[in-house]
């Protein structure tokens, strides 16, 4: 099992800027982060949870949707076992609950999630 926890939504005006932090604290059956694939993923309300950027083990392949692309940076700390997405020129349809995803191969592991709202 991987446990990760969520930090950083909050409120912000359309054009405004947040950084979303994702800590791996605790790992069993010897994972370690540098095995780990991670993805920030998104939901809005009546939608379907969309993943927004990802990154490999290796950090050199980094994908992101369409929507966020040039907006939305995503990193990872190997050191500090944490990834970060880096948002900005945050519009209205970037509001949802933000949640980070861990994948070894098939299995997939979450975070709580983050609320993000972009609103006036």
């Known amino acids: 099992q991987v446990q990760l926890v969520e930090s950083g939504g909050g409120l912000v005006q359309p054009g405004g800027s947040l950084r979303l932090s994702c800590a791996a604290v605790r790992f069993d059956s010897g994972l370690t982060f540098k095995d780990l694939t991670m993805s920030w993923y998104r939901q809005a309300p009546e939608k379907e949870r969309e993943v927004v950027a990802s990154?490999?083990?290796?950090?050199?392949?980094?994908d992101y949707a369409d929507a966020v692309k040039g907006r939305f940076t995503i990193s990872r700390d190997l050191s500090e076992n944490t990834v970060t997405l880096q948002m900005n020129d945050l519009k209205p349809e970037d509001a949802g609950v933000y949640s980070c995803?861990?994948?070894?191969?098939?299995?997939?592991?979450w975070g709580q999630g983050t609320q993000v709202t972009v609103s006036a």
């Open positions: 990154i490999n083990r290796y950090g050199d392949n980094i």
């Open positions: 995803n861990a994948r070894f191969y098939s299995f997939n592991y």
